[in-house]
Structure formats: C-alpha cells, structure tokens
C-alpha cells in the first residue's frame, strides 16, 4: 500500500508539463505503482482541456487548414505505414534492464528506458549501498539507481538540494518512516537520515537530486569531497 | 506590480467576452468525442476539418499565452499544425472513455509545447527518451475509466468562474501560461507559499467536481 504521494502542487506542475524533466521522471516512475495519483493527474488534464475551451480564440491564417493538409498527405507519400501512428509498443528491454527486472520484477518503463540508453557501472559509496547514474538528457539534477543490500545501512546524510526517491522494490526505513515499493519521498536541507533497508530483500530505489547529498557521519566527513555529482 | 494589476485586468476581460460569447456557440463535449472518433475510424476530413476549426484557434491562443510577444505568429501556427498532426495520426487510439476530445487535444498541445522546448535543449538530444515516455498524451494508461460527461465539462467551465479572483489569476498562469509555481510567484510578487497554497484551493474546488 502506497503512503507516500507527490502533493497535488507536484501534480499540477506535472501535467502541466511545467516540471523539469528528472523531477518529472520522478513522477512518472511513481505513477507507474499509484493509480490515485494517475487518477489526479488525469483530473488535473481534465481542468486543463476545460479551460483550453474557454480561451479567446486567435484566428489562424485563411488557408492554414489546406496547409495542413498537404502537410498530412506528404507525410502519408513519405512513410510506408502513412500518415497514422498505431499504438506503440512496449520497447525491447536491453540486457541491463532485462538482468534487473529478473531479479527485481518489472520496473517503470522510464527506469528501464533510462537504463537501456547507456550501460553505466555501479559504484559502492559504502559496504551496503550501490549507485548507479543515469542518463536522462538534461543538466539539473543528478538521476541515479540507488541499491541497499538486504538489511544493510546507508550512510547518513543530509541534503544540498531536493532529492525525489521513489521505492521502485523492497523498502527501506529511516527515523521519519517506512517506505515500501511506489512511495515517493521528498528530501530537502536540514533532512537529515540514515536509510536502512528491510532485512528480508534489497531494496532499489530511483533518486533525482539538484545538487549532491551532504554525508554526515564521521566517515561521511571524510569521504564527501570525492562524491561527485554526475547531471546529463 | 504593475504588471500584475495589468494581467490581473486582461483575465477579467477575457472571462467576460468568453462568458459572452458562450451562449450561442458552445457544443457540447461528446460532439467533439465523435469528430474524433470519426477520424481515427475513417480519416474524416470534414470531421477533421471541424476540429480544427474549433480547436485550432484556441491552441493558438494557448501558445501565445505562454510565449507572449517572444516569438512570431508564424511559429505559433506552426505549433498548433505540429498538434493537429499528432490528432489526425493518433486519433486512431483516441478512447472516449478515457477522455473528452478537450483533454486529450489538450496533452497533446502541453506535449508540443515541451517537444520545441526539449529540442531547444541540446542535452534533451543525448537520451532517446521521448516526450511521451514522461507526459502521456492520456491513451495509455491503465485500469483508470471515466466517462467525461458534457455537464462535467460545464462544471469545470462555471466553478472556473466563480474562483475567487486571486485564485483564478494563479490558476490561469499555472494551466494556460505553463508557468511553474516559482515563475508565478516571482511574476506576481508574491511568496511561493502563497502561490502553492492558491493552486490547492482551487484544485479542490475543481477537483470536487470531478470525482
């Protein structure tokens, strides 16, 4: 059961198209457990194409529909299937992506879209935590895979900037709660948490962060100089 | 704030002549659901031609509120031919138990809309992730059914007008301008926690509507 939701301001934002693109993945990769949230999202359109019917019209040129349509049948000449889209289908799963969903189960599309574009290696930050970065065609934030290990402990930090975790399998608790698989957490300065993974499975998580998490631990003192922070 | 008293001002003129010129023509949603269908099942092109005539004015009027006097009329037309296309070459998987026409045409424009920001990013052309794999144009997804009656619709259009004015400013920039809750709050000068908490006032208010 999902406890954890995006706020409807997130939403909002969201299908409106007006959240950048990795806090938008982030969405996204949540929407792909919670049909609630699917449920306002699609609310959200709903107001949206009302409210596009109670614009002031702008005239368009006189012939711009002719226009059009030699637009339409050019393209019908130039593509073998015409001028219509049929439905598409679900992308082949690259090798990477194929590997985790065996040992995790289907992923969001987006994850295993993202994971599919570049083959990337996992790098431990501790003995229990794996990260891996993804590519997501865009500068702002940091999008990364993040890996506990069954029971372990993540070191504790806290956070330069907002970092968007969704659980995508297993859970992992901190001082504020337990996260189960779908939920969608907020973090931002002055949070400070040490995550620990359930004892019984790993648990895999997509995180976005506009700037790099503050380890704060001892060790975390020692070794934050060298995380780095990877936007593409 | 000048500004804002200005905007604030044209909102309330907009309202009105669109208050006023509802009463003859207005048609009712499931009019606009069967041109749709019309075109996906057949490629009706006077069924087209109705939906454009109708939609394709206030898409025009959708970009031009989020690109005010920055780009030419040209490149507005050409955003709202670049939408038209996507209907006549998606409509095939248009389902009106899903959406009305005006919510799906809408995804469409909103996914336009990001598909020329995206190009103008050049890190956007690093990934193959398309627009769609992120923002649905609302065929997709799920177990989710809703039938959009025309009365909803109506709902929508007259809880819209009775917001309180402070409300339907924010709400009209969020929606029609595309602008995040921090570009509003900066424009109109206000805390972005004023911003976020007039959204959630209003969205309830519309939401309830919708349930």
Redesign the interface.
């Known amino acids: 059961m999902i406890q954890h939701h995006p706020d409807?301001?997130l939403l909002?934002?969201?299908?409106?198209?007006?959240?950048d693109?990795a806090q938008?993945?982030a969405v996204?990769a949540h929407?792909h457990f919670c049909?609630k949230c699917?449920?306002?999202v699609?609310?959200?359109?709903?107001?949206?194409?009302?409210?596009?019917?109670?614009?002031?019209?702008?005239?368009?040129?006189t012939d711009?529909?002719d226009?059009?349509?030699d637009?339409?049948d050019k393209?019908a000449l130039e593509s073998p299937k015409g001028?219509?889209?049929?439905?598409?289908q679900s992308p082949k799963l690259g090798k990477e992506a194929e590997d985790l969903a065996k040992q995790y189960g289907p992923l969001p599309?987006?994850v295993s879209?993202?994971i599919n574009?570049q083959s990337l290696k996992w790098k431990y930050v501790n003995s229990s935590l794996q990260t891996r970065h993804l590519?997501?065609?865009?500068?702002t934030h940091q999008v990364s895979l993040q890996k506990i290990n069954a029971g372990g402990i993540a070191p504790e930090h806290d956070h330069r900037g907002t970092e968007m975790t969704v659980v995508l399998k297993g859970s992992f608790s901190d001082k504020q709660g337990i996260y189960q698989e779908g939920d969608f957490i907020i973090k931002g300065p002055g949070d400070i948490h040490q995550p620990i993974s359930a004892r019984n499975e790993d648990c895999l998580c997509l995180s976005v962060e506009s700037a790099p998490v503050k380890l704060t631990g001892f060790f975390g003192r020692i070794i934050n100089p060298f995380i780095k922070h990877h936007a593409? | 704030m000048h500004k804002a008293v200005e905007l604030k001002q044209s909102y309330i003129d907009?309202?009105k002549?669109?208050m006023e010129s509802?009463t003859s023509t207005k048609k009712p949603t499931s009019f606009w659901n069967e041109h749709l269908l019309m075109v996906g099942k057949s490629?009706d092109?006077l069924s087209f031609?109705a939906l454009?005539?109708h939609?394709?004015?206030?898409?025009?009027?959708?970009f031009?509120?989020k690109f005010p006097n920055q780009h030419s009329l040209q490149m507005?037309?050409e955003l709202?031919?670049e939408t038209?296309?996507k209907v006549?070459?998606?409509a095939?998987?248009y389902d009106q138990s899903?959406?009305?026409?005006?919510?799906?045409?809408?995804?469409l424009?909103?996914?336009t809309?990001?598909d020329m920001l995206?190009r103008q990013?050049k890190?956007?052309?690093?990934?193959?992730?398309e627009t769609?794999?992120?923002?649905e144009d609302?065929?997709?997804?799920?177990?989710?059914h809703?039938l959009?009656s025309h009365r909803?619709?109506d709902d929508?259009?007259v809880s819209?007008e009775k917001l309180p004015e402070e409300q339907a400013l924010v709400?009209?920039k969020?929606?029609?301008e595309?602008?995040?809750?921090s570009?509003v709050a900066e424009e109109l000068n206000l805390p972005l926690g004023t911003v976020?908490s007039r959204?959630?006032l209003a969205?309830n208010k519309?939401?309830s509507l919708?349930q």
């Not at chain 1, 909002?12 to 959240?19: C, D, H, K, Q």
């Not at chain 1, 001028?83 to 598409?88: A, D, K, Q």
């Not at chain 1, 590519?135 to 500068?139: F, H, R, Y």
């Open positions: 409807d301001n909002v934002e969201y299908a409106n198209g007006t959240l693109t938008a993945i996204k929407l049909t699917q449920q306002n699609k609310r959200i359109e709903q107001i949206g194409g009302a409210m596009l019917d109670i614009l002031e019209p702008e005239a368009l040129g711009s529909f226009k059009l349509m637009s339409l393209l001028n219509i889209v049929e439905t598409p599309k987006i879209k993202m574009n590519v997501a065609g865009q500068t593409a | 907009n309202n002549a669109s509802d490629q092109r031609k454009y005539e939609f394709g004015p206030l898409l025009k009027s959708y031009m509120s507005m037309d709202v031919q038209m296309i006549w070459q998606k095939n998987s899903k959406a009305a026409a005006s919510t799906w045409i809408f995804t424009a909103r996914n809309r990001i995206r990013n890190y956007a052309n690093t990934t193959s992730i769609e794999e992120i923002w609302t065929t997709e997804s799920g177990p989710y809703m959009q909803q619709a929508i259009r819209l709400i009209r969020v929606y029609m595309s602008k995040s809750h570009e976020k959204v959630r969205q519309l939401q919708i």
